[in-house]
């Protein structure tokens, strides 16, 4: 991340530009960074201007207590004001619902793109299963047993129990503690964990909902009706791709969106 920019609270951002044409900014999901889009950057970037950036509590971004969804909104506003006043927006899992939001908002969206936004709609027991998350995440956090929250989420995700022993013994596992607090921070982005069907009809750019043919149902059908709820959207499934969708896949459909 080599630019910087600051949020309406005083909170530093930093953010990475790479490409040529329309601006679109991409937001990553729990538990990553900037970087970890920057694959699919490198595949917009001979259509678009693609801008990765670290969400507030990650990477080289800052961090202001007390945390509201408002203040990352806030921080998209200043990421839009930096790369020329107005953008698209692309987000993934839960960093589509921060996308969603901001789309709402009002903010100078020109257009807004989401990859499997983990609303729990269709998923049996989804309401519940969501709020026993974010009850046990809350103590774990206010306890410090970051461990522990790293595990709910691997959970929530759908890893199994042996895979999470496995993660928790490798190199990677430190760096997933010390990102364990922006776990708060996507849970309040989903909210309820429930589609904002009312919320998103203020989304008033074009939209595309993509998802992968070999996620789950349910997952499927969260993107239908984020498609269905949003004045103009657009459904599109990728086939053979699952939640952790292959960058060479998804750049060119995005491409044709952003730049179409």
Known sequence: MDEKTTSRDGTPLAYAVTGRGPVVILVSGAMSTGGTLAPLAERLADRVTAVVYDRRGRGRSGDTAPY?????VE??????????????LFGVSS?????LEAAASGLPVTRTAVYEVPYAD?????AEREAAYKRDLGQALAQDRRGDAVELFLRLTGLGEEMIQRARQ??????????????????????DGLLPRARLTD??????????????????????DIADAVPGGAYRVLEGQTHMVEPEVLGPVLADFFAG
């Open 68 to 72: 509201a969804v408002d203040r990352e």
């Open 75 to 88: 921080d998209l506003a200043a990421l839009l004001d930096a790369v020329g006043g107005d953008a698209a």
């Open 95 to 99: 960093g589509g619902a921060l996308a």
């Open 122 to 126: 269709h998923l049996a027991g989804g």
């Open 170 to 191: 490798s190199p990677m596992w430190p760096g997933l503690e010390a990102a364990a607090p922006s776990l708060a921070y996507d849970d309040a982005v989903m909210g």
């Open 203 to 224: 989304v008033s750019a074009p939209l595309l909902a993509v998802v992968g043919g070999a996620s789950p149902e349910w997952m499927r059908r969260a993107g239908r």
